[in-house]
């Protein structure tokens, strides 16, 4: 598998990873449910409601209307959480929580792209209070994420100023090539979902990684590599090199509450069953 990954010298290049399901076995938001009930964010009747979520999310159970309705009580859910202690729980739980469901094929992948020479850029629809901590982690060198509008008070408004999915996903991209010099033939991404075609078509080296049914249709039509990543390992136990802090992570689109970003799953995955009825 990583035999593809050749050493390349100018132009620069990239590789782009979604997150949940393609470098992480579960959903990055949801994870945090427990901690953020802990913390007192959400109530019990909460934390058990988006537990159920990650479930569906895994298993692709939920229907549209089960979605919407998911959708719109977490969106509103994060409204009034302070900033600052959403990051601060993150921070204390990241490495039980988000270390030991890290996939060691995508965490051999990651090494490997930094060894070629590539910066590797996290793309994901959760926020950046949940995606900034684990791209740090991963040693990323950068991360694309969903944010949302915070007020004067330094508490979440409820209200999404940016949404990283889709379209959006390939959008960030072209903007990282441009500012940073990426020729985007000879970069890489990769994802699990349909909805992330748009950001696998945007490079020369696209991959689908435990794809959902549709993008696995698309991949095999297309002639894309599809991987399978089914192994999650703690980093510590993998690859002390990893272990190493890492390079500092430039955010490119930075700050949402985590229950906005759990919302932007549940759209996403909308979508995504929409794209393979």
Known sequence: MLGVVENHSLPRTAAFFDLDKTVIAKSSTLTFSKSFYQGGLINRRAALRTAYAQFLFMGGGMDHDQMERTREYLSAMCRGWNVQQVKEIVAETLHDLIDPIIYDEAASLIEAHHTAGRDVVIVSTSGAEVVEPVGELLGADRVVATRMVVGDDGCFTGEVEYYAYGPTKAEAIRELAESEGY???????????????????????????????????????????????????????????????????????????????????????????????
């Open 183 to 277: 020729d985007l033939d000879r970069c890489y991404a990769y994802s699990d979902s349909l909805t992330d075609l748009p950001m696998l078509s945007a490079v020369g080296h696209p991959h689908a990684v435990n794809p959902d049914r549709a993008l696995r249709r698309e991949a095999l039509s297309r002639g894309w590599p599809v991987l399978d990543f089914h192994r999650p390992v703690r980093l510590k136990q993998r690859l002390p090199t990893l272990s190493v802090p890492p390079r500092p992570a430039l955010v490119a689109a930075a700050a949402i509450g985590a229950a906005a970003a759990t919302a932007g799953l549940v759209w996403y995955a909308s979508r995504r069953r929409s794209s393979a009825a």
